[in-house]
């Protein structure tokens, strides 16, 4: 009984340092930092290579791999619906919906298919992982003809 008591302990101290080490790489974001879409507009109708900005409030643009405080880069998250949104303990995916802008771009151009489609911000640290809280922007949609 002694045995599985202190195994207990055992485990229940290797669990609370992971969760200290995780949260180390986890970056504190300053209060009322935000991103947003400078370009385009919520419910714009385009056509062509999608020119997308990104605006940054409160926080500064750093590129991936270089850890400064209150800063981060921008990941671009196409067509991802709500229930979607990646684990915002871990470092983002990349794939066809998770764009990242590592070297510390603040612009992009895309193509999508004609119809409707979302885009939204998501900030992420030196290690792609987002910050606590996430500094996530608005969804926006576009209609592309
Ligand atoms: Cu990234």
């Known amino acids: 009984m002694k045995k599985i008591a202190s195994a207990c302990a055992f485990f229940s101290l290797l669990i609370a340092s992971q969760i ?3 949260s180390e790489l986890i970056s504190k ?4 930092a935000s991103v947003y879409f400078i370009e385009p ?7 062509g290579d999608i020119t997308v900005r990104f605006g940054l409030s409160g926080m500064g ?7 400064v405080d209150n800063t981060g880069h921008h990941h671009l998250l196409i067509d991802l619906a709500d229930d979607q949104l990646p684990d915002m303990t871990q470092p983002l ?11 510390g771009q603040t612009e992009t151009t895309i193509q999508l298919e004609p119809g409707e489609h979302t885009l939204q911000l998501l900030l992420g640290n030196h290690l792609h992982i ?5 500094v996530m922007s608005d969804k926006i949609t576009v ?3």
């Open 29 to 32: 974001a300053p209060a009322g």
């Open 20 to 22: 200290s080490f995780s």
């Open 41 to 47: 507009a919520d419910g714009q109708t385009v056509s």
């Open 143 to 145: 209609i592309v003809n």
């Open 61 to 67: 643009v750093a590129p991936a791999g270089i850890d």
């Open 93 to 103: 995916p990349s794939d066809d919906n998770v764009k990242h802008f590592g070297k």
């Open 130 to 134: 987002p910050h606590d809280p996430p």
